[in-house]
């Protein structure tokens, strides 16, 4: 889908889009550039998907700020 870009930078999301986004009344959306393009999110699925990463990582063994801080400390030599 093709959305034009005015001279001062600005864009629409198709209606649809919003809709399904849940951004009828407005809102904030987030922006990711990757290496294949932007990624657009809404605040709320960014945060979910911080929480599942963050997730992934809390269930190891080894996830306790302590833990960092003497894995740290080791592989630097302290």
């Given at each position: 889908m093709q959305v034009n870009i005015?001279?001062?930078?600005?864009?629409?999301?198709?209606?649809g889009?919003?809709?399904?986004?849940?951004?009828?009344?407005?809102?904030?959306?987030l922006l990711e550039e990757t290496d294949d393009?932007?990624?657009?999110?809404?605040?709320?699925?960014?945060?979910?998907?911080a929480q599942a990463i963050a997730k992934k990582y809390a269930s190891h063994p080894d996830a306790s700020v302590e833990a960092f801080l003497t894995n740290r400390q080791t592989e630097s030599g302290e």
């Open positions: 005015t001279a001062n930078g600005r864009m629409s999301l198709p209606a889009i919003r809709k399904r986004m849940g951004l009828e009344a407005g809102g904030a959306v393009g932007v990624v657009i999110r809404t605040v709320s699925q960014a945060v979910a998907r």
